[in-house]
């Protein structure tokens, strides 16, 4: 993800990663080395996860659920301004976890010119491009692929369990433990 949309940044972009987890995708940024600079800010609703991506250099951090039709006034109280974003991230979350139309409630965080980069299970590649036309983006890149969660990885909650249970009845889940798991990556425009 973090080859797809370099192209698309500039040095010290501000970019919100939704369901950021521990930052891996802000560190897989860091690690291409493309873009330099940048500045991420992370939505989870993983207390413990937030403090992770502290730890890798996020700014700011808000807990929030992203399946929450007011979540743009509850980042908004968070943050203490109504702040949009030019450039929206989500691996693993929309697809994993959430219905991809969920995205309407992030999608109030975009400003008008934003581009938005999401990758989720291969289930939601038929969605996707409805979705971003609904909201008036256009899909300028997509591709499959397959994405590698480790047993012993640090992306997921650390308490399968129960945050499972929390999740009951809202959909798809991912397995944490799950290796090779066939994704589905865009990039959509406005
Ligand atoms: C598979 S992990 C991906 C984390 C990170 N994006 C990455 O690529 O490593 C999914 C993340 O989504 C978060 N998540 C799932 N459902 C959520 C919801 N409804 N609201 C906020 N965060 C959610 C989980 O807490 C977890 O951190």
Not at 92 to 111: K, M, Q, R, W
Request: negative net charge; hydrophobic residues 40%.
């Amino acid at each position: 993800m973090a080859r797809m949309l370099s192209p698309y940044l500039h040095e010290g972009q501000e970019v919100l990663d939704l369901g950021c987890g521990s930052g891996l995708v802000g560190k897989a940024f860091e690690e291409l080395g493309q873009v330099n600079n940048l500045i991420f800010d992370g939505v989870d609703f993983s207390a413990n996860m937030l403090v992770k991506a502290k730890q890798r250099g996020y700014r700011n951090l808000v807990c929030a659920n992203l399946s929450q039709e007011d979540l743009a006034s509850a980042v908004w109280d968070d943050l203490g301004t109504e702040k949009k974003y030019s450039t929206l991230v989500s691996v693993g979350v929309y697809g994993d976890f959430l219905n991809p139309v969920d995205l309407e409630y992030a999608f109030n965080l975009a400003d008008k010119h934003s581009v938005v980069a999401v990758a989720g299970r291969e289930a939601i590649h038929p969605f996707i491009p409805s979705v971003f036309k609904i909201f008036g983006f256009e899909v300028v890149h997509s591709e499959k692929g397959v994405a590698h969660y480790e047993p012993d990885s640090s992306n997921c909650v650390k308490n399968p369990e129960a945050f499972f249970t929390s999740l009951l009845g809202s959909g798809s889940l991912l397995n944490p433990e799950q290796v090779g798991v066939n994704y589905s990556y865009f990039i959509g425009k406005r």
